[in-house]
């Protein structure tokens, strides 16, 4: 049972908007702005897609984006394409996980 | 380039005990906390702790507690995960992941750098 609550999958168009949500509580999300997104392809290391709520590394592109709201954050993916098609797992503050969002690209 | 290459795979016997390497290149080994994440098959991220590898300072996430130790090695830039008293559960691929910003800029636990994954697995 993880820490924090993630939809176990959701879907979308090529080109549409899906929004993942991350659910935990004051003493996490809602506590602290050191949220993170990480994207992961079958058989693949994960990788950082945002931190800070908001933030993204160098590299990632501007269609990902983040965002938080008392305790629940939020990773929102614009302009879907085939290859965003992977588990997003949310992280929260000393290390907790959500338990990962499979998404479709329809 | 930022590099994190782990050792290869290991088959335990339940209660006995795995060591995993990681051995870092492009950057200095001892300006960046090293975290160590698993997963198991089919299952989500689990982060395990971190280790300072200036200081050799750890912390370790309470279900770990007393079966994991962390340390390093700063002259050949390796980080190792030990974990002993293996169970069937256990079972997963072990990763090691080093925070994005150097120590004295860290904030949250962040893995930016991630390893190519160890598979452990418990069987008797």
């Known amino acids: 049972q993880s820490a924090l609550t993630q939809p176990r999958s959701v879907s979308g168009s090529p080109g549409q908007s899906v929004t993942i949500s991350c659910t935990g509580t004051?003493?996490?999300?809602?506590?602290?702005?050191?949220v993170s997104w990480y994207q992961q392809h079958p058989g693949k290391a994960p990788k950082l897609m945002i931190y800070d709520v908001s933030k993204r590394p160098s590299g990632v592109p501007d269609r990902f984006s983040g965002s938080k709201s008392g305790n629940t954050a939020s990773l929102t993916i614009s302009g879907l394409q085939a290859e965003d098609e992977a588990d997003y797992y949310c992280c929260s503050y000393a290390g907790s996980f959500g338990g990962g969002t499979k998404l479709t690209v329809l | 380039q930022v590099q994190l290459v782990q050792s290869g795979a290991e088959v335990k016997k339940p209660g006995a005990s795995v060591k995993v390497s990681c051995k870092a290149s492009g950057y200095t080994f001892t300006g960046y906390y090293m975290h160590w994440v698993r997963q198991a098959p089919g299952q989500g991220l689990e982060w395990m702790g971190w280790?300072?590898?200036?200081?050799?300072?750890?912390n370790y996430a309470q279900k770990f507690q007393g079966r994991v130790t962390m340390t390093r090695d700063t002259s050949i830039s390796t980080a190792y995960m030990e974990l002993s008293r293996l169970r069937s559960d256990d079972t997963a691929v072990y990763y090691c992941?080093?925070?994005?910003?150097?120590?004295?800029?860290?904030?949250?636990?962040?893995?930016?750098?991630w390893g190519q994954g160890t598979l452990v697995t418990v069987s008797s």
């Open positions: 992941a080093r925070d994005p910003s150097p120590m004295y800029d860290s904030s949250g636990y962040y893995f930016g750098y």
């Open positions: 004051s003493s996490d999300v809602g506590g602290y702005n050191y």
């Open positions: 280790i300072n590898p200036n200081s050799g300072g750890t």
